[in-house]
């Protein structure tokens, strides 16, 4: 099926950054507050999720005038809303997830939005964290990078050493290398080229991609 879009309710630093992720055929699915976003880009959602709780009265009577489908849920749950937007859409079996507006607001929001990308049951799906920014996804064995030279480039272990580690098209190249939690080996590379690869032999590797901005200063 097409792409699934979530928007979630976090921040989006750059509103037309983020309306340049947008396809035509993408089936967009807000979840709760993050409803503020799909309505600022003139996006009508396909579906609504999540309790309801943070959703703005504009927005809702906006979902209540169009029609849109809601899934609405106890605020006594288990999963945040995102979660359950994610589970929605992994339920389909589209071929991409991009989740929009996960980033930012609140460190462990952010953190565990990060988390549930790890789920063994996304590996077969291409499920990533963009802003506009920065985008975020984890490379299970073969990753590639699309943007620009210049842009920064993080690797991040997750939960343990990643072996095997080894990269093209970045400034500082990785051969078969193992890289740490507890270092910070791969942090801050940059992109050669429009295009770069990653590939690990076992292991979990975070992938932290910021498209370089003329004039921004990134610390090493």
């Known amino acids: 099926m097409a792409r699934i879009v979530i928007f979630a309710n976090g921040e989006l630093p750059d509103l037309e950054k983020a309306r340049a992720l947008i396809r035509p055929d993408d089936v967009i699915v807000c979840a709760d507050g993050g409803s503020r976003f799909a309505r600022a880009l003139g996006l009508?959602?396909?579906?609504?999720?999540?309790?309801?709780?943070?959703?703005?009265?504009?927005?809702?009577?906006?979902?209540?005038?169009?029609?849109?489908?809601?899934?609405?849920?106890?605020?006594?749950?288990?999963?945040?809303?995102?979660?359950?937007?994610?589970?929605?859409?992994?339920?389909?079996e589209p071929a991409e997830v991009l989740i929009i507006g996960a980033l930012g607001k609140r460190l462990d929001q952010t953190l565990a939005n990060i988390a549930l990308l790890s789920a063994a049951r996304l590996s077969k799906t291409d499920v990533r964290l963009d802003d506009g920014t920065e985008e975020v996804f984890?490379?299970?064995?073969?990753?590639?990078?699309?943007?620009?030279?210049?842009?920064?480039?993080?690797?991040v272990p997750w939960g343990g050493a990643v072996e095997g580690v080894t990269t093209e098209g970045l400034r500082w190249p990785l051969h078969s290398e193992t890289l740490y939690p507890d270092k910070t080996r791969g942090i801050s590379n940059e992109m050669l080229q429009a295009a770069a690869e990653v590939r690990i032999a076992s292991g979990l590797l975070l992938i932290v991609h910021r498209r370089y901005s003329q004039g921004e200063i990134v610390p090493g």
């Open 44 to 92: 009508k959602p396909n579906l609504l999720i999540g309790d309801l709780d943070s959703i703005l009265r504009a927005d809702w009577a906006a979902v209540k005038a169009d029609g849109i489908t809601v899934q609405q849920h106890s605020r006594d749950k288990n999963e945040t809303d995102l979660e359950l937007a994610l589970q929605y859409a992994i339920e389909q």
């Open 138 to 155: 984890f490379c299970r064995s073969q990753s590639q990078i699309e943007g620009r030279v210049g842009d920064i480039v993080s690797l």
